[in-house]
């Protein structure tokens, strides 16, 4: 959602699908650089804003763009209504700004389309058990979409507009080569997803995955096909890498000559669960004397607090922090069944120079933290490298 | 509700009147040129914008309010918790963009301002029997206080902080020599409201008379009494004219040479009713050969669809529209006692050379419609010439 002339744009957009005999429900997000105007606002006022009051605060962005888009439907012939998070009953834990979706009703949004009149959902918002304003976290419109169409039932397929062409074998802005994936299964592109592609909420994959939700990833402006998320087993062929991703949003912090005990260990993650901070990669680097150095990642946001909720619990170590690293990952179903993956990757990295300061795998993923000062060098070393530029012999046959 | 620094000394008064040992809930509005800005989006992108779709859009400039100043106050120490229409149950009919106020839930509120954490509710909007968002109309806010001051018993008062000190005896950019009222009659309060002085919404004047609840209309900026709008037998002496007020925003239709027959005239009443065009003044003017010439006013955003309106039923008439004129009105418990008041005011006028165009009369006041160009001159001089003036002698000696 940009300005009104992208509203207009939206609302033919809609109009020429429902032309074509579709039936459509309609899942908006705030205007462009509107959730961030209203986070300032609250920042201004506070430097640890209440949750719950940042959630009815930038609610209110999607709560435009659905009146908006309304209106220009209605303008243009088409019948419209918007519709609400408490109007649809979309409820949500009460974990607000990152909310999960527990249910929607989509009676009144089935009789509405029945009638003619297109639905117009806020996306991002829920509501909690006490009817208290929600939000599902960036990108929560997505989720909103994804969770109306599996409520829709088996099969109803999930258009996500956005800015880009579709997901991509690499950011094609640090990668020129980058290629437009058309199929890939649900696994992977949750991978891609966790690892800071930010095509698409994680939250909306996973939701698409458990329902299978056939979802369509393409650009607003362009009628081009965009990227079809799809099941594993009609992603037809999987190669063994099938993107490369990064991820400038997280911090490494490091806590050496820890007591090598797992309660000592445990103690710390829990401090951090319980301060709501998500760890994400971890690494322990055993030394000797049975002491070990600690480093994991948290998101930069939460730097601060995941520095202060770990002194408090070790007054006397030295803790240290790091901002100017990088996350540089593939992923690929096909790792499965492939070895000698990961030792490629290294040697991709070591032939350029470029030091790995931790390593995390799962399945089908393998996440390098990097100084980020080599970030365009390593994504493109490693896009090439494994041979998914458009032309390169590892192209898939989609 | 201006800027975030009004929101803070917003905060800051709250927690001055909670420290003083009252329980308070308080109601807010949308920052100083929200509503606007908003409406300005809907009408950009329709002439005629659904008007559900806009109470939908300019809710939300009460839900940003109260999200802010509910942090604002917690960032004071003071806790605090918002509340929108939805999660009060303040009920509406569906009349959108003016709805009335049906009933409110205080439960919650209650309970949060007994817990020590204050209320925030949104002002100016309400939900419908369906859930939809409604509005209240312009001053909605003053509405939304009141009704919940009703609600939550006898003699429980609300204060309407507002950018004047209080009601005036005229508008103190016309009049320099208009005087703060210090106690006024709901009657008195009533008929200013509805003759334009934009003091208080005429909602919020007539919920306050039929529960009794006693309004404190003061300054946000100052810590000065303003003026108390009680019932007749509290406001201790009657004086003939409590106050002048006029009204731009009329404006005028005439149709000429109507059969005179009532039956004519329903009709014409009947079918502005039904496109929900209300009408203010009419005076009818009686000519030979069973003819007559029919004068009202309008509001003048609905005098383009009033003459629409007659256009379509009454096809072979003479339809003359003016907008340049102005209603200037005195008020007064005390005309109910005395005659003679609406004769010296004709006179006043006349001394002046001011041609009158309508009149309209009450129980308590009267009202003329006056060519614009007038505006200033017959306030000054029917407010001098009833000597409301500060150190005449028909001050009130409240």
Not at 303 to 326: G, M, N, Q, T, W
Request: glycine share 8%; hydrophobic share 40%.
């Amino acid at each position: 959602m940009g300005s009104l002339e992208r509203i207009r744009a939206v609302a033919q957009r809609i109009a020429r699908t429902r032309s074509q005999g579709h039936e459509v429900i309609v899942v908006v997000s705030a205007m462009a650089g509107e959730t961030n105007r209203l986070l300032a606002l609250g920042h201004a006022l506070s430097s640890r804003p209440d949750p719950r009051e940042l959630d009815a605060l930038v609610a209110t962005g999607e709560q435009v763009s659905v009146a908006l888009v309304a209106i220009a439907l209605q303008e243009i012939g088409v019948p419209a209504r918007s519709f609400l998070a408490h109007q649809v009953r979309l409820r949500t834990d009460s974990n607000f700004t990152k909310a999960r979706i527990l249910g929607v009703d989509t009676e009144r949004l089935i009789e509405s389309a029945r009638n003619g009149v297109v639905p117009v959902v806020a996306g991002f918002q829920g509501i909690d058990e006490e009817g208290n304003t929600t939000t599902l976290g960036r990108g929560g419109s997505d989720t909103t979409a994804v969770a109306i169409a599996a409520a829709l039932g088996q099969g109803v397929p999930c258009e996500i507009y956005t800015d880009v062409e579709g997901v991509f074998t690499a950011d094609p802005n640090l990668c020129p080569t980058a290629r437009k994936i058309s199929r890939i299964s649900y696994e992977e592109m949750l991978e891609l997803a966790s690892l800071g592609a930010k095509v698409l909420q994680i939250r909306s994959v996973e939701i698409a995955m458990k329902y299978s939700v056939p979802v369509h990833v393409r650009s607003s402006f362009s009628e081009n096909e965009g990227t079809w998320v799809v099941r594993e087993e009609e992603a037809l062929e999987s190669v063994v890498v099938a993107g490369v991703t990064s991820d400038t949003n997280e911090a490494k912090l490091t806590i050496r000559q820890l007591e090598n005990r797992p309660s000592r260990i445990a103690e710390i993650f829990e401090a951090l669960a319980e301060a709501k901070i998500s760890v994400d990669m971890i690494v322990q680097n055993p030394s000797v004397d049975g002491r070990t150095d600690l480093t994991f990642t948290v998101s930069k946001v939460d730097l601060h607090k995941a520095k202060e909720v770990c002194e408090r619990l070790l007054p006397h170590y030295e803790i240290s922090v790091r901002e100017d690293v990088v996350k540089v990952s593939i992923v690929g179903l096909g790792m499965r069944s492939h070895s000698g993956v990961a030792a490629k990757l290294f040697r991709i990295l070591a032939d350029e120079g470029i030091p790995i300061e931790a390593i995390t795998t799962s399945e089908i993923k393998v996440s390098c933290l990097l100084p980020a000062k080599y970030h365009e060098l390593a994504v493109r070393s490693i896009h090439d490298g494994f041979g998914l530029g458009r032309g390169q012999t590892g192209e898939r046959n989609f």
